[in-house]
């Protein structure tokens, strides 16, 4: 794909591939294809068979590049907060003896003198973001390039995750015949899009409900703070509905989507519909209030779930109230179910572009987005990054210092460190 002005986002998720080509015309971008198609070889957002799912990646792909009438070769994935660590780091570099001009080279440089420390061997970095550059003491600066200065430092975040998790990603994306031109993670994708700007910068909780999964992620200053994960999503209710009805997975999901309701309150006892039962002949007469019992009940587990995990780390007084979005908040009665259990504002963020007006698509939407949106700094520090396509590439190394957010996800095993390892990240933020 030689047009750089041609961005495809993909989003690998647990129950669907969702792929987005958009051209950008005069800094605006402009959707001019979709595609999905159904994903196997994935468990809880994770691939763990590469060939199926570079199968459904490549049908998704296809799909979209027809519509949009382009040959697309390279794409911005999304990656899971699965076991996602979130650390501070900084650097420093002599510029010179004497004042000189900043250069590519120093930023590049000083982004590289970031990264050297020791990285276990089981973990891979993804991304690192500045926040800040200081010279000679001057600090706050956005872009140092250009000015004059002995002394360059850099504070950024730095983002690593499994290295199973990166891997399957990009061997995948390879074996579809793609290239990866950048490759983000999903919170802060998201972010770009289902947030408002005050949003981002006061502070706000961000809710993706995926079919594997859900996960909770804290974005303050326009920055991601902290993630939690809950490994049950819109499957697991498909699964309880055709358990419940003693239906097949097929028709509990076509159920789920025609006549499920996430608030039983707002589910007439007197509407019923048939429901085709393993064994019987004739179809029995459910109502719509049992079925949303039967969705409520996983539902709220999986808000609890999150609501004590954010709770702990006292992320819910932010001022920007909670966002919720993913293919599962598409069931009618979800904000206010979520209302009633956070005990705070929630409002659903769907994506307006015409064929995407669907919250499945906030990842794939996000992706691109973020993808057009960095700046030259952005990607001159990306540049010191392993390259994306080359998986045996050696990573810079790197410690992290955990961020915790429930026990055997975003924690270490010793899940007593959790209070330290809060404060050691956000100091008194959320106190």
């Given at each position: 794909m030689e047009n750089q002005d041609i961005y495809v986002g993909l989003d690998i998720g647990t129950t669907s591939i969702k792929v987005i080509v958009a051209e950008r015309v005069q800094g605006q971008l402009n959707i001019i294809g979709v595609g999905n198609s159904r994903a196997r070889g994935l468990s809880r957002g994770v691939i763990v068979d590469i060939d199926k799912a570079a199968e459904a990646i490549r049908q998704a792909v296809l799909q979209?590049?027809?519509?949009?009438?382009?040959?697309?070769?390279?794409?911005?994935?999304?990656?899971?907060?699965?076991?996602?660590?979130?650390?501070?780091?900084?650097?420093?570099?002599?510029?010179?003896?004497?004042?000189?001009?900043?250069t590519d080279t120093d930023v590049k440089a000083v982004a590289a003198a970031a990264l050297v420390r020791n990285l276990p061997p089981e973990r891979e970095i993804l991304s690192l973001t500045p926040t800040e550059f200081i010279v000679d003491g001057f600090d706050d600066?956005?872009?140092?390039?250009?000015?004059?200065?002995?002394?360059?430092?850099?504070?950024?975040?730095?983002?690593?995750?499994?290295?199973?998790?990166?891997?399957?990603?990009?061997?995948?994306?390879?074996?579809?015949?793609?290239?990866?031109?950048?490759?983000?993670?999903?919170?802060?994708?998201?972010?770009?899009?289902?947030?408002?700007?005050?949003?981002?910068?006061?502070?706000?909780?961000?809710?993706?409900?995926?079919?594997?999964?859900?996960?909770?992620?804290?974005?303050?200053?326009?920055?991601?703070?902290?993630?939690?994960?809950?490994?049950?999503?819109?499957?697991?209710?498909?699964?309880?509905?055709?358990?419940?009805?003693?239906?097949?997975?097929?028709?509990?999901?076509?159920?789920?989507?025609?006549?499920?309701?996430?608030?039983?309150?707002?589910?007439?006892?007197?509407?019923?519909?048939?429901?085709?039962?393993?064994?019987?002949?004739?179809p029995v007469m459910i109502s719509e209030h049992y079925l949303?019992?039967?969705?409520?009940?996983?539902?709220?587990?999986?808000?609890?779930?999150?609501?004590?995990?954010?709770?702990e780390a006292n992320a819910l007084d932010l001022p920007g109230g909670i966002v919720i979005t993913g293919g599962t908040t598409a069931l009618p009665g979800i904000v206010e179910l979520a209302g009633d259990i956070f005990q705070r504002n929630v409002k659903r963020y769907i994506p307006d572009q015409m064929g995407m007006r669907h919250p499945a698509f906030t990842l794939a939407l996000g992706l691109i987005t973020y993808a057009a949106e960095m700046t030259d700094i952005d990607i001159l520090v990306s540049s010191v990054l392993p390259t994306p396509t080359t998986s045996q590439m050696k990573a810079p190394a790197a410690a992290v210092t955990q961020v915790p957010s429930k026990p055997d996800q975003n924690a270490e095993p010793e899940t007593e460190k959790k209070p330290s390892a809060l404060k050691r990240f956000f100091g008194n933020f959320f106190e």
């Open positions: 979209a590049s027809e519509k949009a009438s382009v040959d697309i070769t390279d794409v911005v994935a999304g990656v899971p907060a699965t076991m996602l660590q979130i650390e501070r780091v900084s650097g420093m570099i002599a510029v010179g003896d004497q004042s000189k001009e900043i600066i956005k872009d140092p390039r250009g000015m004059i200065g002995v002394r360059l430092e850099m504070h950024g975040i730095l983002f690593t995750v499994p290295k199973t998790v990166l891997h399957n990603t990009k061997k995948a994306i390879e074996k579809a015949g793609l290239s990866l031109r950048q490759v983000v993670v999903a919170p802060l994708a998201e972010a770009r899009v289902a947030l408002s700007d005050g949003e981002a910068d006061f502070g706000t909780v961000l809710i993706d409900l995926g079919g594997g999964q859900s996960t909770a992620a804290v974005i303050h200053d326009h920055k991601l703070k902290l993630t939690t994960l809950d490994q049950e999503g819109g499957d697991y209710i498909t699964k309880d509905i055709s358990m419940v009805l003693n239906t097949g997975l097929t028709d509990a999901e076509k159920l789920k989507r025609d006549y499920g309701n996430a608030d039983s309150q707002a589910a007439p006892e007197a509407n019923q519909f048939p429901v085709a039962v393993v064994g019987q002949t004739e949303a019992e039967i969705i409520e009940a996983r539902l709220t587990q999986i808000f609890t779930r999150l609501q004590s995990a954010l709770a």
